[in-house]
């Protein structure tokens, strides 16, 4: 409203990076030329990655007075969240920004171990590092286990992706300019996937192959028997990883409708075994790894929070 | 402790047969525990992973389904479908922490009524041994 009455106030934006690999910061870049078009719009007022701002900076900005703050990466440390909670307060709309800020992501897996467990891993038993050191001074707490941003404050809009590709994210970005928070598409990624010609009518998988287990033929992955999380993750991409020949892993998370994209998945991999009964169980073992296939971005919204011990 | 350990169990069972067979079990006046939730579902196959998740979520210590001996589907496959959904679920339960024997498969037809009244006694017993669902503290 405030917009249309003064036309050349610029939107303010913060951008914040929490636990992640720093990729979505990247992404933002990637919208090239537009980024030029895109500053005539905003004002970035905080993004610790890109300018020299301290937290101070934030507290004493006047709460809401920030347009949309943008939050990459999950929530892992005190740090983290505290941020999250502050941008909350300073901001109109919050927006978890790329796969962790959504759902947890790669480094959600971590959810399936408690504290004491991922620091003897990364600290101590590591073959790659000699002086095991753990970490303890001065240095914001480790929580108990990883959170998603929705699980910490109230989140307004979803940009997916690992990080969000470069549709997706100008389409976003168009959209919340412009007040809308709802975006994207709401079909599968089959339907724009490179390979949509080659899918039969009725795929059947007889035995799953890794990668690197099977020349590529070029064809619908699944048909090949090559796990590809197509069928229940949320188009938008246009298929990048598939156009480098690199089966879908699910980044973009669930379809609109969709609460659980690995449920999802497990449930449609079921219904496109075609095996005789007393191959079934050999078949299935031949997935090693059910929460890193099916589950890869989105452990954290699974229930063990830390890892779960079934005593007996 | 694991005494006084009442479990909650959720029980999808199909329409046509594991239902009908629970239903037989009730006519024929066959006691078993009364720990169970039956939920009606048209077919076994259409439990869909999430259901499973979600009932332990929930607070369920352990679900059961039951769905027509293979063969007898009414709709020609779906048990078979949910038998393969079943063999992954209990390996995620497993990479989860969580003991796959909280899930169980059984195929029940409809004049099985003594076998669901044994199952359920037995797979009561079970959970009562494995004790409360993890699940639990976390919610």
């Given at each position: ?51 020299d ?36 307060k ?35 038993k ?28 109230k ?5 997916p ?67 590809c ?27 609109p ?21 007393e ?10 790894d ?6 890869k ?11 779960m011990?079934?005593?007996? | ?12 069972l ?7 067979g ?8 066959l ?6 939730v ?32 293979p ?69």
């Amino acid at each position: 409203m405030e917009g249309k009455k003064m036309k050349n106030v610029k939107k303010k934006i913060a951008m914040y990076w929490g636990a992640g690999c720093g990729g979505c910061d990247v992404s933002l870049l990637g919208i090239h030329e537009k980024l030029l078009d895109l500053l005539d719009e905003i004002e970035i007022v905080f993004w610790p990655c890109a300018m020299d701002i301290k937290y101070e900076d934030l507290e004493k900005m006047e709460d809401k007075s920030i347009d949309i703050a943008f939050y990459n990466g999950a929530i892992r440390t005190e740090e983290n969240e505290e941020i999250a909670k502050l941008l909350r307060k300073k901001a109109k709309l919050m927006v978890a920004y790329g796969s962790c800020a959504i759902e947890g992501c790669v480094i959600g897996l971590a959810n399936l171990y408690n504290k004491k467990e991922i620091f003897e891993a990364v600290y101590l038993k590591n073959e790659t590092t000699k002086e095991k050191i753990l970490p303890s001074r001065d240095l914001p707490e480790f929580l108990p286990y990883l959170k998603t941003l929705d699980q910490v404050v109230k989140v307004d809009a979803f940009i997916p992706g690992c990080p969000p590709p470069k549709p997706v994210l100008e389409e976003a970005l168009d959209a919340l300019l412009q007040g809308k928070t709802k975006f994207g598409k709401e079909v599968a990624l089959c339907e724009e996937c490179p390979r949509k010609d080659t899918k039969p009518e009725k795929i059947e998988i007889s035995k799953f192959y890794r990668w690197h287990e099977k020349e590529d033929n070029g064809e619908c992955f699944l048909a090949q028997g090559i796990i590809c999380m197509g069928p229940a993750t949320r188009a938008g991409c246009k298929g990048e990883c598939i156009s480098a020949n690199i089966p879908c892993t699910g980044c973009m998370g669930a379809l609109p409708r969709v609460r659980d994209q690995g449920a999802a998945m497990l449930s449609a991999i079921a219904s496109l075994l075609d095996v005789e009964d007393e191959k079934e169980d050999e078949v299935i073992d031949s997935i090693k790894d059910i929460i890193g296939t099916f589950y890869k971005y989105s452990t954290a919204k699974l229930l063990p929070r830390g890892g779960m011990k079934d005593e007996s | 402790m694991k005494e006084d350990f009442e479990p909650k169990i959720v029980a999808f069972l199909c329409n046509w047969c594991a239902y009908a067979g629970a239903d037989m079990a009730g006519t024929s006046r066959l006691k078993y525990p009364a720990n169970v939730v039956p939920i009606k579902v048209m077919c076994s196959g259409r439990v869909d992973p999430e259901f499973i998740l979600n009932a332990f979520e929930k607070g369920a210590d352990g679900v059961f389904i039951g769905g027509c001996h293979p063969g007898d589907c009414h709709y020609v496959n779906g048990n078979l479908r949910t038998r393969r959904r079943v063999k992954m679920m209990k390996k995620l339960l497993e990479q989860m922490g969580v003991n796959p024997k909280r899930l169980r498969l059984e195929w029940i037809s409809a004049t099985e009524g003594a076998k669901f009244a044994r199952v359920i006694k037995e797979f009561v017993e079970e959970i009562k041994e494995l004790g409360p669902s993890p699940w639990r503290e976390r919610r």
